[in-house]
């Protein structure tokens, strides 16, 4: 099945998580992209919304693959595997919601 997947993960690092060590753990978020082909953009932010709806998640990471297949390949892909028990062990709370985009008729 083809067409673009989105792959968004909300969390919130846990309190003794240093800044340092937020900064350290995107960077290597990022570097997945130079590592597994199917992976191919990586963005990510803080909230900066005024709604005060983020039910405590304070940061949001996108990434973009070609079809499921590829996002399958990335899930099980070692290096996503690694990097994924590091950050898990770094958040209080998380979310990952997956998502094919539809654009407005």
Known sequence: MA???KHIVML???AEVTEEEQRELIA???A?????SAMKTFEW???VSVENMHDGYTHVFESTFDSKEGRNE???HPNHEAYAQELLAA???IIV???CPVKAP
């Open 91 to 93: 958040a209080e709370k």
């Open 28 to 30: 290597k978020y990022a």
């Open 45 to 47: 932010g803080t909230d």
């Open 32 to 36: 997945l992209t130079t590592t597994i």
């Open 3 to 5: 067409g673009i997947v």
């Open 74 to 76: 990335y899930l099980v």
């Open 97 to 99: 919601f997956d998502y």
């Open 12 to 14: 919130k690092f846990k």
